[in-house]
């Protein structure tokens, strides 16, 4: 499977969970077009190409991590929704379209949240393949659950907001828990899950986990990088929101240029990290070198 084959699979079965619900739905047919309109927006849905393909690349065979990646874009869609709204980043396009609330409204954006977080908990449950050991599918759903609160995106979330508002001086400790939680987590969600559904083994998982870390913050930088480099069309979002609302960013902090070098350091390491994880894979290697084409 290459890239545009794995985000075709991922389309479409993302399709299946909301086509007909949002059918047949009565009382609550708002709720899902909330729900499907923001998660089959599209995307380069990389956190569940690297489920997918991490699982493909230690067991042979992606199928068992299908309704992970599913659910992770689901938990994705919710991250997106929420931080477009006037509370948070206030942003009123994502991914070329306007975002959730300016269609639905702020009350049904969050609420359409909250059900997806949920959503893509039943579906790893109800929807991962039964010759999956069933302690396997808990340890996946509390990385799930893990990435998707407290201990990841909300507590990144947090975090961001509390220096934002200046309660927090920012400098590089700050930035990167930022940065570790609001982006890295889902990234470390979904290869760890991939790994563990694949029945990697303990010291894989343990490489793959430092992958991880190394590629969320990677493509947070390489996220601040295009905010400034690029223009809303490219981005499908706001271009130049982070400097117009003096947000703390590695661009903002440190340059663009010491930006471009940490970032493309990063990059380095996750090479060097799949090669000591004898992962094998195309798919890896042609995001990386993507990413490093686009910001040089």
Not at 103 to 132: C, H, K, N, W, Y
Not at 143 to 165: P, R, S, T
């Amino acid at each position: 499977m290459n890239i545009n084959e794995y985000k075709d699979f991922i389309n479409n079965s993302l399709e299946k969970y909301f086509g007909e619900r949002v059918q047949n739905s009565k009382y609550d047919k708002t709720l899902w077009k909330s729900m499907s309109y923001t998660t089959l927006l599209g995307g380069k849905r990389l956190r569940a190409i690297f489920c997918l393909e991490t699982c493909r690349a230690i067991c042979n065979s992606y199928k068992n991590a299908a309704a992970c990646a599913c659910a992770l874009e689901m938990l994705h869609a919710q991250s997106l929704i929420h931080d477009d709204l006037p509370c948070m980043d206030n942003d009123d396009l994502r991914r070329g379209k306007p975002s959730n609330h300016k269609v639905f409204g702020e009350a049904m954006a969050v609420l359409s949240g909250d059900a997806l977080i949920s959503l893509g908990a039943q579906v790893i449950i109800e929807e991962t393949p039964s010759s999956v050991e069933k302690s396997v599918i808990l340890d996946v759903v509390n990385l799930y659950l893990k990435a998707a609160g407290a201990f990841g995106i909300v507590a990144g979330q947090c975090a961001d907001i509390e220096a934002q508002n200046g309660k927090d001086k920012t400098d590089d400790e700050l930035l990167k828990y930022i940065h570790s939680y609001k982006t890295a987590a889902l990234f470390r969600c979904a290869i760890l899950s991939g790994a563990m559904l694949a029945g990697a083994s303990l010291d894989k998982i343990k490489l793959l986990d430092d992958f991880s870390q190394n590629f969320g913050l990677a493509f947070q930088i390489y996220d601040d990088i295009l905010d400034v480099t690029s223009t809303t069309k490219e981005l499908g979002k706001t271009a130049g929101k982070d400097e117009k609302e003096n947000k703390a960013t590695y661009v903002t902090l440190y340059g663009l240029k010491s930006a471009k070098e940490k970032f493309n350091e990063l990059i380095s390491d996750c090479h060097d990290i799949l090669k000591g994880a004898e992962i094998n894979s195309d798919v890896f290697l042609q995001i990386l070198n993507d990413m490093r084409e686009r910001v040089s």
